[in-house]
Structure formats: structure tokens, C-alpha cells
């Protein structure tokens, strides 16, 4: 249990050592905590971080605070200073502390730092950085460019604000990528930029899989799996064994079919449906993957490590090795397979009436892909007749589920993501917006159904959920006041969900939408998770987890673990800290995911607009900022920068609270969701457009 003094001692002891992390052992040895007394400062380590009093990262622990009240430990955010601004911020977990240029030492994105607070005024604080406590990388990515003699690393991602010298270039020629490891990190006083040695040549720039390949190096993601991982692969069976369908609920009877994008190789999840004279069982079938990667195995820790898979245009970074993603573990069509299986009985009014969760064995009949459902939807009459029975009834039930989240409060925001097309060489040949089609809804619904029944089940004791928080009321009064300014009704109340809604439901045409569901998204949380049940806002839920994806996410493969443990009424197999530290593993490595995904859509489509310089397009203002008007195409998912000082015909004054651009002497306006028309004028690190008068 928690231990009050043991936590006084435990502060105590990170405070007078705040420059260093320490695993559970050598706290017990540093602090003298006796055998008895272990599982106490297990419990109080952990109620600490959960309180963050103490931070824990990597499994070692350490102080929040050092010296004294004016230093602190955060982490360098470099976004300004990539911006030419000539500040930048520490962010701690309580505040963030305003540093000038000048005082930031040889700090670069993400570095871990030792800031002292100089002062603060109106609850803002400005200080400089003392030390570099921990560096967040020394290899960085890059293009080599020549310069006068000399070679340098132009870094891709955008949030690293200088230039690296190239000491060793070995083999690199200029345009090429390369990965530099830093053996300098110059000064910033004497202007002296950081050097490195070319580590590795990745190839020539604007290639799409050494710009996939570049992103993987910054990010360090793992390519390859550990011979351990490799070793374990071999003694996992491909065939199941009688004993095993035989302690199992047998529903390989069933109609069964999976849904997924056309390009998918791994089979997560599969459904299936009954129509009873009284309403429908809907069953929903998950690979049972916590069968085959267990606790303690080096699968498993791998899993851990890698947290979720990565998914890039034309390439796949697994969380497990293909044998078990896209084998043994994948619900593929005519082939039995171990899955979990939640049922769920709807009544003829299509409210839930009972569920149950069962570890089960099924047999496909069927794969299908999104587009084919959404063409059989729409007509089509290219499927088996048993199947698109069933196929039917399953799109009455997906509709009616659709309304009701509605009701509840469920947030339908439309915000697509962009498809690459690729031509037989490999090169993009042209760009879409993806759809949430009813196919996809149709899943969607389904996974919510057991999603939410699952977390509900496993909510007596730790687990992991999938939170959304609400929103903060500043940010939503930020939103109301623009969206005023646009005639939209922002009318907020108790239920937010509600009344976010009723705006989204306001907008008069899909040019708003374009605008206002992204402004509405950036000043909402982001979903995390925790072992603390905080709700879902976004779903209007407040038990909710992730149990249908466990081939590729961490916190399905734990969920499943804890739902197999309820099912067969076993021991918990996970300790509180254990789930605590998986929950920030998992929130860390989406975030991973997230941020290098983004930079291969956004290389992609740099590599896209080279090819059309000079070429004209209509879109629309989706965002005002001082200097730029923000462009988003309507061909193409592409945005691009129109720079305010090219703005000829008048001098332009930006109306932060309005989100318009105002002329001083002829009055022109240029304001959210106008239409225009651009020309390509030039594509190097993003995307600049010239206005074209019409």
C-alpha cells in the first residue's frame, strides 16, 4: 500500500539526484527499504507517477523539480524557433517556461533540459536553460547540400531549426539522404553549427521509398525483429489442436466475413449476424492473439516495445512478425481460426438486451474490402445471395446503431485522410480524399459495440482505457468567437457533445466543413491511454477501450489478456504498474506513429506539387495566420502557403479574432471558406501559391 513516509524518502532522495533515473532496485538499495517493505514502495512509486510527483520513463524514475523552486526539468519545444521566430519553449508538466534564442544553449527539439525561471509576470514565466540533461537524438536525417566547399545536412523534419556541417561524408553526394551522427554540438554564442559524420546513405531524395526510409531512420523504428523474437516464431504451431476447439465455443457455422481496405494482409476482426424472430445477435468475431504472445515471451516484449504498427503508403512496420499478423493470428477466408467472440442480442427496437464474451474458434466464408460492400450497397448485385442476406440486415442494424450514437452525443467530425495512388514504377500518380463510406461506418459501429462492452466488463478492476477528455471551455469560447464572426451558432451548454453537434449540423455546405470540423478538432483533447476511466467525450462514452485491433496495438493485446483472464477465472496477470506503464507506452508510440505518418503523407505530397509548378487550381482559405493565407485545393488533398507580402494591390492587416485579412485602403477581405483561384509557384520545403485575380 502507499507509504507516506516512504514517499517523503523516495522525493527526497530524486530531488538530491535530479540529473540521474533510477530503476525500482536501486531506489530500494539508495533509501534502504527493507524485503517486506518492497511491495509498499512499489504501490508508492507508482501512486507518484500517477500524481506526477515523479517522473517514469524507460522503467527508471526521477525528479520533477531540482537545486531549487527556480529550476525546473522539461522538455525543449523547438516549434518557434523552426519558424524563424526567436523563441522557444520548456514544457514541464505543470507550466511552460518562455526562452529567448540566445538562451537556449545548443537545445534542439524534444532534448530533455534544465531551465532556471527568471521571473514571471501574469502567470507566464521566462527563464534560460542551464544544461542539457538528455538528449532526445544525436542522428538526424537530412539532404546533403554543398555550400562554398562545404557540406551540410539540411534536416527533413521541420522542427529542427539548424543546419548540421558534415565532417565525414563517406560515400553521399549532394541530393542524397543520408543519416548524420552528431559528434559536436557546436555553440551558439560563437555561431558555430553542431557536426556529424554521414552514418548511412539512404539514397537519392524524392525517391518514395527512401523518403518512407529517411522518415523510419529519424523516428528509429525497429525494421527488423530481434533473433529472440525470431526464435520464439518457431515453436508457435500452425494448426490448432482438437483439445483447443474443443474447450472453445465452436462458431465456424456461422456466416463469417471480414471487411478491411483493399491492401490489408492482416485480419483482425470479423462479424457475424443472426436474425431472430425477436431482433438479431450480432457476433464479433477478434483474433485471439494473446493466445499465441503471452507475458514474459520475447513476442510479447517486443510488442511492448514497439507499442502499435506503423502503416506507411505501400509499406508496413508490424508490431508482430508477419507469421503471426498475417498467418496464424489473421482471420483469413476457409481457414479456422482462435478468436474472441463478442455477442451481443438486440431486441426489435435494436436495443441491447445482452452480451457475452467467449473465447471461440471460427471459419471465414468470405473476404471482402470496403469498396466492394459500398458497391453491393449501392446496387450491386456481385455477391452470394446468402451472403448479402446477411449483408442486408447487417446495414439495418449499422444504421440504427448510427442514430442513436448521434443521440448520445456521438461527434461526427468529417475530416479525410488523403489515398496515394502509385503508378507500376512505384511513384505517386495521383492523390484522393478517403471517404467514410457506410461500409466503414458499418464496422465502425460494430467495433463500438464490443469496445464498449469490453471495457464495461473489465471496469471492477485496473485496466487500460482509451480517453478522450472534454474540452477546455477557453478554447471552445476561441471557437465561438470565430465561428460568430462566419453567421454560425455556437449555443454552449451543459452537454457539449450536443451542442458541438448542432453546430457541425449548422454549416451550410461541405466548404465549412472543410474549415471548421479541423478548428474544431485542434482545440479538442487528444484521445489517450490510461489505466484511469476519464470517459470517451468524443464518443459519448464512459467505458471504453480498445479489444478489436490486437495483431497491431499494445492495449488490445493487454485488454485481451485481461478479458481471457475474467473469461477463465484466473489470477490478474497484470500488476497496477505494469498497466500504467503499457497505457503511457501506448499514448507515446500512437503519438510516434502519428507524427512520422504525417511527415511520409506530407514528403509525398511535396514530392506531388514538384511536378506541378506553374499550374492552376481552385480551393479554398482554410486558415489565417500574420503572414500567409492557408489554401487547401479542391483537386487535390494538398494545402499550400500564400505568403501576404506578395499581395500587391494593397497593405493587408490580419483580424486575429475574425480570421480575415483586411486591405487598409481599398477594404478587400479575405476571409475562411473563400474561394479562390492559385497558381503553383514554388515547392521546396512546402507548398507556395500565388493568387490569381478572377
Given at each position: 500500500m502507499f507509504d507516506k513516509k516512504l514517499a517523503f524518502k523516495v522525493k527526497k532522495f530524486l530531488e538530491n539526484n535530479s540529473h540521474n533515473r533510477y530503476k525500482i532496485k536501486d531506489i530500494a538499495r539508495e533509501i534502504h527499504v527493507k524485503k517486506h517493505k518492497h511491495k509498499d514502495l512499489i504501490d508508492t512509486l507508482f501512486k507518484l507517477t500517477k500524481n506526477e510527483e515523479i517522473i517514469l520513463k524507460s522503467r527508471k524514475y526521477s525528479s520533477l523539480h531540482i537545486k531549487h523552486k527556480n529550476?525546473?526539468?522539461?522538455?525543449?519545444?523547438?516549434?518557434?524557433?523552426?519558424?524563424?521566430?526567436?523563441?522557444?519553449?520548456?514544457?514541464?508538466?505543470?507550466?511552460?517556461?518562455?526562452?529567448?534564442?540566445?538562451?537556449?544553449?545548443?537545445?534542439?527539439?524534444?532534448?530533455?533540459?534544465?531551465?532556471?525561471?527568471?521571473?514571471s509576470r501574469n502567470g507566464k514565466r521566462r527563464g534560460i536553460i542551464t544544461k542539457i540533461v538528455e538528449r532526445y537524438q544525436d542522428n538526424f536525417v537530412g539532404i546533403v547540400q554543398e555550400y562554398k566547399g562545404k557540406f551540410f545536412l539540411i534536416p527533413d523534419?521541420?522542427?529542427?531549426?539548424?543546419?548540421?556541417?558534415?565532417?565525414?561524408?563517406?560515400?553521399?553526394?549532394?541530393?542524397?539522404?543520408?543519416?548524420?551522427?552528431?559528434?559536436?554540438?557546436?555553440?551558439?554564442?560563437?555561431?558555430?553549427?553542431?557536426?556529424?559524420?554521414?552514418?548511412?546513405?539512404?539514397?537519392?531524395?524524392?525517391?518514395?521509398?527512401?523518403?518512407?526510409?529517411?522518415?523510419?531512420?529519424?523516428?528509429?523504428?525497429?525494421?527488423?525483429?530481434?533473433?529472440?523474437?525470431?526464435?520464439?516464431l518457431k515453436e508457435i504451431p500452425q494448426k490448432i489442436t482438437e483439445y483447443e476447439i474443443s474447450r472453445r465455443k465452436n462458431f465456424r457455422d456461422l456466416i463469417t466475413f471480414t471487411i478491411d481496405p483493399a491492401s490489408a494482409k492482416d485480419f483482425d476482426d470479423a462479424i457475424s449476424l443472426e436474425k431472430l424472430d425477436d431482433g438479431y445477435n450480432l457476433y464479433v468475431h477478434i483474433a485471439d492473439v494473446a493466445h499465441y504472445v503471452r507475458p514474459g515471451c520475447n513476442l510479447f516484449k517486443e510488442a511492448v516495445n514497439?507499442?502499435?504498427?506503423?502503416?506507411?503508403?505501400?509499406?508496413?512496420?508490424?508490431?508482430?512478425?508477419?507469421?503471426?499478423?498475417?498467418?496464424?493470428?489473421?482471420?483469413?477466408?476457409?481457414?479456422?481460426?482462435?478468436?474472441?467472440?463478442?455477442?451481443?442480442?438486440?431486441?426489435?427496437?435494436?436495443?441491447?438486451?445482452?452480451?457475452?464474451?467467449?473465447?471461440?474458434?471460427?471459419?471465414?466464408?468470405?473476404?471482402?474490402?470496403?469498396?466492394?460492400?459500398?458497391?453491393?450497397?449501392?446496387?450491386g448485385d456481385n455477391i452470394d445471395k446468402e451472403l448479402a442476406d446477411v449483408l442486408n440486415e447487417m446495414r439495418k442494424l449499422s444504421?440504427?446503431?448510427?442514430?442513436?450514437?448521434?443521440?448520445?452525443?456521438?461527434?461526427?467530425?468529417?475530416?479525410?485522410?488523403?489515398?496515394?495512388?502509385?503508378?507500376?514504377?512505384?511513384?505517386?500518380?495521383?492523390?484522393?480524399?478517403?471517404?467514410?463510406?457506410?461500409?466503414?461506418?458499418?464496422?465502425?459501429?460494430?467495433?463500438?459495440?464490443a469496445n464498449e462492452f469490453v471495457a464495461k466488463q473489465l471496469s471492477n478492476q485496473k485496466t487500460l482505457y482509451r480517453i478522450h477528455e472534454e474540452p477546455d471551455e477557453k478554447k471552445l469560447m476561441v471557437v465561438k468567437d470565430i465561428v460568430s464572426k462566419y453567421e454560425l451558432k455556437f449555443q454552449i451548454d451543459d452537454n457539449l457533445n450536443n451542442s458541438i453537434q448542432k453546430l457541425l449540423d449548422?454549416?451550410?455546405?461541405?466548404?465549412?466543413?472543410?474549415?471548421?470540423?479541423?478548428?474544431?478538432?485542434?482545440?479538442?483533447?487528444?484521445?489517450?491511454?490510461?489505466?484511469?476511466?476519464?470517459?470517451?467525450?468524443?464518443?459519448?462514452?464512459?467505458?471504453?477501450?480498445?479489444?478489436?485491433?490486437?495483431?497491431?496495438?499494445?492495449?488490445?493485446?493487454?485488454?485481451?489478456?485481461?478479458?481471457?483472464?475474467?473469461?477463465?477465472?484466473?489470477?490478474?496477470?497484470?500488476?497496477?504498474?505494469?498497466?500504467?506503464?503499457?497505457?503511457?507506452?501506448?499514448?507515446e508510440k500512437e503519438m510516434i506513429a502519428d507524427e512520422s505518418e504525417h511527415e511520409v503523407d506530407?514528403?509525398?505530397?511535396?514530392?506531388?506539387?514538384?511536378?506541378?509548378?506553374?499550374?492552376?487550381?481552385s480551393g479554398i482559405i482554410v486558415s489565417i495566420k500574420p503572414s500567409a493565407l492557408i489554401i487547401e485545393l479542391d483537386r487535390y488533398p494538398v494545402t499550400g502557403i500564400v505568403?501576404?507580402?506578395?499581395?500587391?494591390?494593397?497593405?493587408?492587416?490580419?483580424?486575429?479574432?475574425?480570421?480575415?485579412?483586411?486591405?487598409?485602403?481599398?477594404?478587400?477581405?479575405?476571409?475562411?471558406?473563400?474561394?479562390?483561384?492559385?497558381?503553383v509557384s514554388k515547392v521546396d520545403d512546402d507548398v507556395y501559391f500565388e493568387l490569381i485575380e478572377v
Open positions: 529550476y525546473v526539468i522539461g522538455t525543449f519545444d523547438a516549434t518557434s524557433l523552426a519558424k524563424n521566430k526567436t523563441f522557444a519553449f520548456v514544457n514541464t508538466h505543470d507550466f511552460d517556461v518562455y526562452v529567448s534564442i540566445e538562451d537556449t544553449l545548443t537545445a534542439y527539439h524534444n532534448d530533455k533540459v534544465e531551465v532556471e525561471i527568471r521571473y523534419k521541420s522542427k529542427i531549426h539548424t543546419h548540421f556541417i558534415i565532417n565525414d561524408i563517406s560515400n553521399a553526394k549532394t541530393g542524397e539522404k543520408v543519416v548524420l551522427k552528431i559528434l559536436n554540438w557546436g555553440n551558439r554564442e560563437l555561431q558555430r553549427l553542431p557536426v556529424g559524420d554521414v552514418k548511412e546513405v539512404l539514397g537519392k531524395a524524392d525517391d518514395p521509398e527512401v523518403e518512407i526510409l529517411s522518415v523510419i531512420r529519424q523516428y528509429e523504428l525497429p525494421l527488423v525483429f530481434p533473433d529472440a523474437v525470431l526464435s520464439e514497439r507499442g502499435n504498427s506503423y502503416y506507411f503508403p505501400g509499406k508496413v512496420i508490424p508490431m508482430l512478425p508477419e507469421k503471426i499478423s498475417n498467418n496464424v493470428c489473421s482471420l483469413r477466408p476457409l481457414e479456422d481460426k482462435l478468436t474472441v467472440s463478442v455477442i451481443t442480442k438486440f431486441d426489435r427496437e435494436l436495443n441491447i438486451q445482452h452480451q457475452e464474451v467467449y473465447e471461440s474458434v471460427i471459419r471465414s466464408n468470405a473476404r471482402f474490402n470496403y469498396e466492394e460492400i459500398d458497391k453491393f450497397f449501392n446496387g444504421s440504427a446503431l448510427q442514430q442513436k450514437r448521434i443521440e448520445k452525443g456521438y461527434i461526427q467530425l468529417n475530416i479525410p485522410e488523403t489515398e496515394f495512388i502509385f503508378n507500376e514504377e512505384g511513384y505517386i500518380s495521383d492523390l484522393k480524399r478517403s471517404q467514410n463510406t457506410e461500409s466503414h461506418k458499418l464496422i465502425e459501429n460494430f467495433m463500438l459495440v449548422s454549416m451550410p455546405d461541405e466548404n465549412y466543413h472543410r474549415v471548421f470540423d479541423r478548428m474544431i478538432l485542434r482545440n479538442m483533447k487528444r484521445a489517450k491511454y490510461s489505466v484511469d476511466n476519464f470517459g470517451h467525450f468524443g464518443l459519448a462514452m464512459q467505458n471504453y477501450t480498445h479489444f478489436t485491433s490486437p495483431i497491431r496495438r499494445l492495449c488490445d493485446l493487454v485488454v485481451h489478456h485481461q478479458i481471457k483472464t475474467k473469461i477463465n477465472s484466473k489470477s490478474k496477470k497484470f500488476q497496477p504498474e505494469e498497466l500504467f506503464n503499457f497505457a503511457k507506452i501506448a499514448t506530407f514528403k509525398n505530397k511535396i514530392n506531388f506539387m514538384k511536378k506541378k509548378l506553374g499550374e492552376e487550381y505568403s501576404i507580402s506578395s499581395l500587391k494591390d494593397d497593405y493587408y492587416d490580419f483580424y486575429e479574432q475574425q480570421m480575415r485579412l483586411i486591405g487598409r485602403r481599398k477594404g478587400k477581405i479575405y476571409k475562411l471558406t473563400d474561394k479562390v483561384k492559385v497558381l
